[in-house]
């Protein structure tokens, strides 16, 4: 090769080289936003999936059971004056349940985490389509579980009491644009019962609960 024709070579992948680097810049700028955005739904959607499956199994499995977490106060008549939460309960369920949402949340794949390129390019022609955008999950951080109460009307002279758990989970991950935290906030139904009556006046303990 001649010294022309090997200058010739350098300057054609010059090019090229500066091409692949200002469509990898260009493709960043334009299209990082709308496939975080898209990384970020994905993300929330698989995390709450997760969190709702560990709660399942454990109500499945007979581990949350309202009658655990709650006695109920009557008077003579038979009419439900007072409830009372056994905190213990509370407290050996929050820690069953984290470690349960940590395990699943644990299985988040980078195969189930990604985004087909299609869907951020032309998304009304090419949704689910192309190459596929990997998500890594870095880390996992389950901040907490709050346990909650909640009564609505259930019809004439009948309250539905339902406990609800609030679970807040940070997750980290890798994708191109970079690596970002996303907060997912879930809330599930964990046990609930209708009282027949009017509503106890006296409430003690779920209110008191972190």
């Given at each position: 090769?001649?010294?022309a ?9 010059t090019?090229?080289?500066?091409l ?37 199994e454990?109500?499945?499995s ?5 009658d ?7 008077d ?28 699943k949340?644990e ?27 990997p ?11 709050v ?62 609960l972190p």
């Amino acid at each position: 090769m001649t010294l022309a024709q090997r200058d010739r070579l350098r300057s054609i992948l010059t090019v090229v080289l500066l091409l692949t680097v200002g469509l990898t810049l260009l493709l960043r700028l334009r299209l990082a936003p709308m496939a975080e955005q898209l990384i970020v739904t994905q993300v929330d959607n698989q995390a709450s999936d997760a969190i709702n499956a560990a709660i399942d199994e454990q109500i499945t499995s007979g581990e949350i059971d309202y009658d655990r977490m709650i006695s109920v106060e009557k008077d003579a008549k038979g009419n439900v004056n007072a409830l009372h939460t056994n905190i213990a309960e509370i407290n050996r369920l929050k820690t069953s349940i984290l470690k349960r949402v940590d395990e699943k949340l644990e299985n988040l794949s980078m195969e189930e985490l990604s985004v087909p390129i299609g869907s951020v390019l032309l998304p009304e022609l090419l949704s689910g389509r192309g190459p596929k955008i990997p998500v890594r999950v870095l880390a996992v951080r389950t901040s907490d579980a709050v346990f909650r109460s909640s009564f609505e009307s259930a019809g004439i002279n009948q309250t539905k009491h339902s406990i609800m758990i609030d679970i807040h989970v940070v997750i980290t991950i890798l994708t191109w644009a970079g690596t970002q935290e996303i907060a997912v906030d879930s809330s599930v139904v964990a046990a609930e019962t209708v009282i027949v009556g009017t509503v106890p006046t006296t409430y003690f303990g779920m209110e008191e609960l972190p």
